[in-house]
């Protein structure tokens, strides 16, 4: 639910939702979809390693770490984004680290107006 009520709150830009698992973030997006009445690559869709669900109207992306990772070197800025979501931010990586950490200096350096959200439900 957060990430459709944080799309609510930012009608422009993109909402970027980290997802460290493959199934996870692939059933989060369905879900999400479904809750809007919508199909999987409209307005909500996913984007993994070797498969994505989306189109050019898609405005929240479930991503796995390694896929948010290669979008901030690849665009260090996160263009067009407004709010970036760390979901199950307990299950730390190295990978989730530096996803982090990229994230944050482009916030710091490039983007200040760029939101972040770190979720966890065990996190001390």
Partial sequence: ???????DA???????????RR?????IAER????????VGRT???R???EHCVSAGTRVEVLTEGVLVRRLVDDPGLDG????????????SLTTD??????????QGLRPGLKLLLMSATID
């Fill in 1 to 7: 639910m957060l990430p459709l009520t944080v799309l």
């Fill in 10 to 20: 930012f009608p422009e830009g993109k909402v970027l939702m980290l997802e460290p």
């Fill in 23 to 27: 199934i996870a973030a692939r059933q």
């Fill in 32 to 39: 999400m979809a479904w809750m809007r009445g919508e199909p």
């Fill in 44 to 46: 909500v869709g996913y």
């Fill in 48 to 50: 993994m390693r070797f």
């Fill in 81 to 92: 984004v407004s709010v970036v979501i760390f979901d199950e931010f307990h299950e730390r």
């Fill in 98 to 107: 530096v996803a982090l950490a990229l994230t944050r200096e482009a916030r």
